[in-house]
């Protein structure tokens, strides 16, 4: 066996505190607690002076509801109730000034949408959103969600107004989409694929078949995969109108790459204390390394620590011995529940070790749950708590 190791601390406090921090992204798969994440660190931050936004991908509906996003909203809208963290000090040891929280939520049609009206004139933009091409790529086509969630964050970083934006990603089944998706998309719009597709038109018409030639068996079967469909007619019109816009879609999700490569940003993978969860956090770690992100360690959500120090095995044989005097059954039965949570403080605890040998340099943070779900703004804060806890 190898030998078990301890992660440093995730000091998520220093963190956002750090003026120098611009950026936060928190990913991982489904289901972990990204967007209960983005939220509270979003919220520490502007409760300690700084101009925060955060851009929720998938909120549930009452923590939506708790942030004041109960319609869609692709601009950020202020959350009230802030207050200022009276612990938080300025430079001079001055409580600091009260920061701002912004939130929204991504409506990935619509920044799509707008991006086309940004890059091309009234009349094109109208054809290019009435192509029933546009309006599959723009809802359906995957890595869409992924790519608009980065233009948006582009967008965001652009106004020069966020002393830091806090970012949620969609809940990709493959964490990878998400990284994956600025550099996709242009080479999708950009690539071969895409000569291809306005060929016919170029060549006046002539046919798809005779300019691909041998090609094409293969060619429909790679459009129909990404499409669903046979749109080769509409996709050639959408591309002729799109033309012109190329070039902006290349640069801006390049420059969004190099921005999340950025000393100014950090990316916070969130997982359960699960086998599958914790798979995709290292999968996820080795990816962001791989492609020199910065990353800022592992917040292990919703872990069960221990109450008392009680061996199970002690526990249990307590809980025997008290049920064999016939009575007491409630303590016998508090007794086998401590048992029980030991066994799955202990699994926990041998699942983050496991992570921790394979990347012993991942910075941690466990999260204890919290009992219930998180509602408002006062959970969102007990969950600051504890991702910013010293220990
Ligand atoms: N530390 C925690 N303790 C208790 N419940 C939590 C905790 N973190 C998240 N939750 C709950 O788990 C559910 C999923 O969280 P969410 O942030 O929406 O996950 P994701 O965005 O990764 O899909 C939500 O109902 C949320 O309230
Ligand atoms: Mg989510």
Redesign the pocket.
Known sequence: MSPSRTAPTLELEALVDDPKTKVIVCC?S????????AAALALRAAERGRNTVVLTI???RR?AEALGLSNLSNEPKRVENITSDVSASGRNGSAVENGELHAMMLDMRRTFDEMVYTHSTPDRAEKILANPFYQTISSSFSGTQEYMAMEKLGQLVATGNWDLIVV?TP?SRSALDFLDAPQRMSSFLDGRMIRLLSAPARAGGRGLRRIVGAGFGLFAKAVGTILGGQMLADASAFVQAFDTMFGGFRERAASTYELLRSPGTAFVV?AAPEPDALREAAYFVDRLASEKMPLAGLVL??THPVLADIPAARARDLADQVDKTGSAKLASAVLRLHADRVDRSDRERRLLTRFTNAHPSVAVVP????A????DLDGLRE?GD?LTASR
Request: aromatic share 0%; hydrophobic share 30%.
């Open positions: 991982g489904g289901g972990v607690g990204k967007t209960t994440t998938d909120p549930a923590l949620d809940p969130v959500n919703r999260v204890p749950a919290v219930g779900d998180i509602t969950i504890r």
